[in-house]
């Protein structure tokens, strides 16, 4: 389990509002996350006033269905129940047409958005892959996920938002072209974790510095970016600030980062971790309060699914949204873990004091579009092309989906 920090009283006469005018210092979020229980309804006080100054009184959510365009990836993460070796039973590589079914009626149940998981880079490990690749006509997964997120442009509503594992800045800006956002989780910056036995052994992809390049590089092109932490693989409690300042600092470049994940592991009878302890309830909250503490003005998302059974408590901690729900697909990361029925997570959001409001895969601040440039720096309007082409198809869906505020015209 993650080791604990030791936990000094927390001076609330002396820190006051915990830095609510400035964020978190390394060394105070050090301090914070090891904070006892005694203390937690302090911190989660201050993330809670941190969230309401500056996210008031909306918990969002994105209307979405989960396609898994294929679940063969060359990485063995020991807490992975999604990946698939070939032969195995359930591995599979998704046809156009299947994608469009799930599409279609993803967009008929009033989903915004298509949400494209996958594993990495798999035809590089595995010749069946290529194969599959070869029959479907494709170089490349990124080169075959480029053509589906364009399909699903051109025959749905739906906006990709893909979540393709490592990327070149040459892949970015490709699919950037037919997708408004796309995502890679950063998970944690611990390189130990790739050590034998550890969560990361034989999982080449999940160096940190590949992925903080990934991300950067997102950055650079000023694309909005998801990404996140995962929580009780091994890490330590500092390695879970060191993660979200990594992020942060990223964010402070670039401002590209629309949203960051707090998602905790699960274990699970079929994965190697099976006999891993999951994080308690405790450490996912002050995990919680100390990213919003860091980041007070960022969009911070736990899954509702991930949390047994009051999940509304997540809210305590500093959220202000539940990330992607999908009233049609299940979550096939986390196959067990049924989502909230939407009326379910609406009447537990407004009993908190909150508007449950629907927006798309792109965050409303990250789509000024044609109406110029919003808060973040980040802009679609240079992604405008001639008529036809994906660039431009891409901003009228967007226009075509979207309200005067940036969310989905279909709202819950």
Request: charged share 25%; aromatic share 6%; proline share 9%.
């Amino acid at each position: 389990m993650a080791e604990q920090v030791q936990s000094r009283p927390l001076q609330v006469p002396t820190r006051g509002d915990l830095h609510l005018t400035t964020p978190l210092s390394r060394e105070d979020a050090y301090h914070w996350i090891g904070a006892s229980d005694e203390n937690l309804p302090v911190l989660l006080a201050a993330a809670r006033k941190a969230r309401d100054r500056f996210k008031p009184g909306v918990i969002t959510y994105s209307r979405k269905v989960f396609i898994p365009l294929t679940n063969l990836c060359r990485d063995y993460c020991a807490y992975c129940t999604f990946r698939r070796d070939p032969g195995q039973p359930g591995a599979h590589t998704m046809t156009p047409e299947e994608v469009l079914a799930v599409a279609r009626a993803g967009q008929k149940a009033g989903c915004t958005e298509a949400l494209f998981s996958l594993g990495d880079k798999p035809e590089l490990l595995f010749p069946e892959m290529r194969e599959t690749l070869r029959r479907l006509g494709y170089r490349s997964t990124l080169h075959y996920l480029e053509a589906i997120c364009e399909l699903v442009l051109r025959e749905t509503s739906l906006l990709p938002h893909p979540n393709p594992g490592l990327m070149s800045a040459e892949w970015i800006s490709r699919l950037s072209a037919v997708s408004p956002s796309m995502g890679l989780m950063l998970e944690t910056t611990n390189s130990s974790l790739l050590a034998p036995g550890a969560a990361h052994d034989n999982a080449p992809d999940k160096l940190p510095a590949k992925r903080l390049r990934t991300i950067e590089e997102a950055g650079k092109q000023g694309v909005a970016f998801t990404t996140g932490i995962l929580v009780g693989i091994g890490e330590s409690l500092q390695d879970r600030v060191d993660a979200l300042l990594a992020i942060r600092d990223l964010h402070r470049r670039y401002g590209h980062i629309q949203e960051i994940i707090i998602q905790n592991f699960r274990a699970k009878p079929e994965i190697p971790m099976h006999e891993w302890p999951e994080p308690s309830r405790g450490e996912m909250l002050r995990t919680i309060a100390v990213a919003r503490l860091l980041m007070p003005n960022a969009n911070i998302q736990a899954p509702p699914n991930l949390s047994d059974p009051d999940y509304e408590e997540l809210l305590d901690a500093g959220i202000n949204d539940w990330g992607g729900i999908s009233p049609l697909t299940p979550d096939f990361i986390n196959p067990e873990r049924p989502w909230p029925h939407l009326l379910e997570l609406e009447k537990r959001t407004k009993a908190k004091g909150f508007k449950l409001r629907q927006r798309l895969p792109v965050y409303p601040e990250f789509l000024p579009l044609t109406r110029g440039h919003g808060q973040t720096g980040v802009s679609l309007v240079r992604r405008v092309g001639t008529p036809g082409n994906p660039q431009s198809l891409l901003t009228s869906r967007v226009e075509t989906i979207a309200d005067a505020a940036g969310y989905a015209r279909s709202a819950a």
